[in-house]
């Protein structure tokens, strides 16, 4: 058996490297002195492919666009913008127009303050309309036209970035700035094409280069849009989560921290804050072995800090009170849906022993919600004579998803080949997701219902002190899920209600051991032995623990044994059943 009870320790991250970090120098102080660090320098990735559009040598044929998948925020497009313009040459004055009684001519401009002349190397917009991007030309009635910049005019000689969401709502926009960029020539239209422009303005040589921002959708979006773009693009994807290895990956994080504090000018954070900043943030990536290098996420959690942070410093009793404070605010339906189980409106039994019944555990994720919830739910199974049919009633009743379906189908399937060798089952199975009413999907409950059924089938009852969550493949092996974390803490949330004895706990996938990042309380449960942790690789361990029975042991009885000694006198009765001398006696009794 391979089953493992986890200590307090093994369910949150190794905050060893935070321990020896503290020793070191202050890494807030030592960022000081690094000026030179931006945003690219823990995106490699980002930065050659930046240096691909902006290479130090322009040359005609270079690439002019580059796609990144990036979140369209402002704060990211102010951090990649400062981290361009740090390698970018100073830009060329651009051009200017001059106006005399019915001419309009270009030149090239003598300073910034002339009216088409370059402002910035690098500039950014998250959204764009026809006049933001290209200007405009007015005409106010009895006096003579305007021309008004945009900003391809501002930026042009540099980079400009674009929020693709915007651009993609306004195909024509696009499609406009597209052939531009590779003509390298503006040319002013009428905004109203049964007006012509008043007068003739000669056309604007450009030298730009476009970096669309947009999430996967978008990008995808634009891929149905113009396929062939996507063959003459330059593509990077901006990292959001950073793989710790070693504690040097760690202090990278950390600097990354302290860069984006002091970007944002907030207070210096304390060295001893970054072991609660640490195990927020695994729990915010799902994984002890990454951390989030979202500008977000990280700018987020510290200005919550900095409204409870003294003496002009984020420490570990600000980073406390934000994540609390920040829970409290969002905690308002999770607390609604606890009561109804808190009030027995929903049934879950964390005490005693039943056949065919077992605690299993799910994610409830609302629209406009902004976290998962963890839920217990109880599943039942019931067994009647019959063809072996697995009977699935959320299935049946259209309240399951194709992934629900397909875990039902492997559990099935994993039956049929463990007690069907040389005939059909004699009994057939119903499952149900009691006290459901909406539609589930997932197969994070297969292993929960496949040991309800091998309960129902050998008669051996569940320890109802034990929730259990995890998929399972044809051969019986557990297999990871998601939302570990909040489903542990959902079922310790119910058994703390319902009075913890010291017995229950939460039976995961050994697999699933890296995404934990427990919360203190449930951590100080597990310490005072008041609840528990484990982790199997197959059903046979899961059963163990729920029925204290073996599933397959030679020395003692076990539940393959009792299955198969029920199927066998099931099966013997049938063939009495048929024998001659019972269909004699039935018709001797007509």
Not at 381 to 388: N, T
Request: a negative charge; glycine letters at 4%.
């Amino acid at each position: 058996m391979a089953i493992i009870q986890l200590n307090a320790q093994q369910l949150q991250p190794d905050l060893s490297y935070i321990s020896e970090l503290r020793n070191k120098t202050n890494t807030s102080k030592a960022l000081e002195s690094e000026k030179s660090e931006h945003l690219l320098m823990w995106q490699p990735r980002v930065a050659s492919a930046l240096s691909l559009l902006c290479p130090n040598k322009r040359e005609y044929y270079s690439p002019r666009f580059m796609l990144l998948k990036a979140p369209e925020s402002e704060l990211f497009f102010n951090l990649l913008q400062q981290a361009i313009k740090y390698d970018l040459p100073t830009p060329e004055l651009g051009y200017s127009y001059f106006f005399s009684k019915n001419k309009i001519t270009l030149t090239e401009a003598k300073s910034k303050q002339d009216n088409f002349a370059t402002k910035d190397n690098c500039l950014f917009a998250s959204s764009v309309d026809a006049e933001k991007l290209f200007g405009c030309v007015r005409q106010p009635e009895n006096n003579p036209i305007k021309l008004q910049a945009g900003l391809v005019h501002h930026a042009n000689g540099g980079v400009l970035i674009l929020g693709l969401r915007s651009l993609l709502s306004q195909p024509s926009l696009w499609t406009k700035l597209k052939q531009m960029v590779i003509k390298q020539k503006f040319e002013w239209v009428s905004s109203d094409e049964s007006h012509p422009l008043p007068l003739s303005i000669p056309a604007m040589p450009l030298d730009l280069r476009i970096v669309l921002v947009g999430d996967r959708l978008s990008l995808a979006e634009l891929q149905d849009f113009e396929p062939e773009f996507y063959s003459t693009s330059i593509y990077a994807e901006f990292e959001n989560e950073l793989q710790v290895k070693s504690a040097s990956q760690i202090e990278q994080w950390i600097n990354y921290l302290n860069f984006i504090a002091n970007k944002q000018q907030l207070p210096n954070i304390d060295t001893l804050a970054f072991a609660k900043i640490y195990k927020e943030a695994t729990r915010y990536t799902g994984d002890q072995y990454y951390l989030p290098l979202s500008v977000d996420w990280v700018n987020s959690l510290l200005v919550n800090a900095t409204h409870f942070s003294q003496n002009s410093t984020i420490d570990e009793s600000a980073i406390k009170a934000a994540i609390k404070q920040k829970s409290w605010h969002e905690d308002y339906l999770q607390e609604r849906l606890l009561d109804e189980i808190f009030s027995h409106q929903i049934m879950i039994n964390t005490k005693d022993q039943v056949v065919g019944q077992i605690n299993g555990l799910s994610i409830i994720e609302y629209p406009g919600y902004p976290k998962a919830i963890g839920e217990p739910t109880r599943l039942s199974c019931l067994i009647h004579f019959g063809d072996g049919e697995l009977i699935d009633i959320e299935r049946k009743t259209e309240l399951a998803g194709n992934i629900h379906s397909k875990g039902m189908m492997i559990m099935q399937a994993f039956i049929m080949s463990e007690f069907a060798i040389n005939h059909q089952l004699p009994f057939s199975t119903s499952l149900v997701f009691e006290q459901s009413y909406n539609e589930i999907d997932g197969d994070s409950a297969s292993l929960a219902g496949l040991c309800a059924i091998i309960s129902a089938l050998s008669q051996q009852p569940i320890d109802q002190q034990l929730a259990v969550t995890g998929s399972v493949d044809q051969f019986g092996h557990v297999q990871s899920i998601g939302g570990v974390n909040e489903k542990i803490e959902g079922f310790f949330s119910v058994c703390k209600h319902q009075g913890l004895t010291g017995e229950q706990g939460v039976i995961i996938p050994a697999t699933n051991q890296r995404h934990l990042s427990l919360s203190d309380e449930v951590i100080e449960a597990i310490e005072q032995e008041q609840f528990s942790v484990w982790t199997v690789e197959h059903i046979a361990d899961a059963l163990y623990l729920l029925t204290g029975i073996a599933y397959k042991d030679k020395s003692s009885i076990n539940l393959y044994q009792l299955i198969h000694a029920r199927m066998q006198a099931v099966l013997l009765q049938d063939k009495k059943q048929d024998s001659w001398l019972s269909k004699w006696q039935k018709y001797c009794k007509k």
